[in-house]
């Protein structure tokens, strides 16, 4: 009976050594796995972090998008604003002048009175201007308007 107890206190301690074993490869398994795990877990927050800064700058974008829109519509409206404006100018600028050019007409006319005048007044007083001349030319115009 004493040999049996030593044969299988051998086989308990044989069996125990290899549970041993298992055991360490077990926990160096468990270690790799658990540093996977962590690798992966700092990966994941890595990706998280960067799908913030994606998201907020992808809003950054939107909202500078937006303000750029709307200035494109002020802009059109400005745009629109002088060109009406422009065309407001054209047809005021067409009605000076021909204001201007009927004005020049009115002038020569005039000239061409006064000319007549002063050619049928032929005598000379002591001014050293024609008879009838007032010596300034724009009263002798009115003057021979009238």
Not at 63 to 91: F, K, M, P, S, Y
């Amino acid at each position: 009976a004493g040999e049996k107890a030593r044969a299988d206190l051998a086989l308990g301690d044989e069996q125990l050594g290899r549970l041993r074993e298992q055991l360490a490869e077990a926990e160096e398994r468990a270690g790799a796995e658990a540093a996977a795990a962590a690798t992966a877990r700092d990966r994941v927050s890595s990706l998280e972090e960067q799908n913030r800064t994606y998201r907020a700058d992808m809003a950054e974008q939107d909202v500078q998008i937006e303000a750029l829109e709307h200035a494109l519509v002020e802009a059109r409206n400005t745009a629109d604003a002088a060109e009406v404006q422009l065309g407001e100018l054209t047809v005021e600028l067409t009605d000076t002048t021909a204001q201007l050019a009927d004005a020049s007409v009115r002038e020569m006319d005039l000239r061409v009175r006064v000319s007549r005048n002063a050619g049928e007044r032929t005598s000379v007083h002591g001014s050293g201007h024609p008879a009838g001349s007032t010596g300034v030319p724009f009263l002798d115009e009115a003057a021979a308007a009238a």
